[in-house]
């Protein structure tokens, strides 16, 4: 059977990319943020997930709005990266996991989501970012990935709810499966940022420690705010969170938190990274 | 600014916010589709080489070509351009996240850093 590890989040700010890149994880200015990783390493190297399933958000390298799907599920051999407008370095690919992927799609569609389904998907700073500080220098990832995409850009976007429930019917999949695979669950994304309007640089400590205070236990209660008022409280961009509480329905009923690494600002964006594993 | 004032009253429109809804994306379409075609390298390289042709290309609006002619961002948003492609806008012209907070805000760079760091 396979197992669920536990879940694994942070937030995936372009930036963080450059930061490594130029080796500057020691800087004053990072260092409180890649603090919260030598955790996230022991941990993966205890646990030894060998598949990731992952919810992002795409900022206009996959999709684009002639076509914007609410979620999408990728179902591809292969997920590679490419120039995201900046001309960086692109990051290494990804090897997916088709056979679950189109087994999580099954489980997704008779629970009655109706998901995109994508053979081919680039995978952007969302994704990649957080396996390059998940394994740092690897040159391959120790992971296959089943990427699943949540629409945080368009409005409408799905509600906090149905992200969650999307999340418990990830997991529902995942205990069906038959395979003996290690399964970590990876959030991405936020939290509490806005990049647009007058607003610009608005970051809320205390809604971040509230998603993060309820998350293991609670996540029902992140649920209690309509996408407006989540905006309000997050910040355009901080509803990323939406991926948060994906992730933490996929990895079922009860958890509990085993690390958390919160610090102000990184670029425009509250940091933050948490460890939580089934309880 | 006060965070409660930032943050406003629930049910109320938010403060200095747009929401990218229906009614944005249909307004932006082309200034986005422009943005999104900033992916690759050598359309990043046509639009510098003739900025009036490629946003002539794109169809943009009057008011969208205005706003990326004066790289006034809050324009941009107003003609319905979405951050995410908008920053793919602002790499051509070497701006960061903070150079396109502070051209909103209209303070300065240095202002804008220093009130990110404040919130720590
Ligand atoms: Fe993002």
Redesign the pocket.
Known sequence: MAEVVGAYFTS?VPSIGGAIHRGAQDDPYWKPFFDGFPRVHEWLAEMKPDVAVTFS?D?GLNFFLDKMPTFAVGAAEEYHNADEGWGLPVYTSMKGHPALSWHVIEQLVADEFDPVTCQEMLVDH?LSIPFELAWPGADQWPVRVVPIGINTVQHPLPSARRCLALGRSVHRALQSWQGAERIVIIGT?GLSHQLDGERAGFMNREYDTFCMDKLAAEPDALTRDSIHEIVRQAGT?GV?VLNWIAARGALGPSAREIHRNYHIPISNTAGATMLLEPA | MTIAAMIGKPGKPIPGTTLFDGEAARKGYALNAMCYSFNEAANRQAFLADEEGYCARYRLTPGQRRAVAERDVLGMIAAGGNIYYLAKLAGIFGLNVQDVGAMQTGMSVAAFKQMLLDQA
Do not use: D, I, K, P
């Open positions: 995936h958000n900022h969302a994304g961009q990323e």
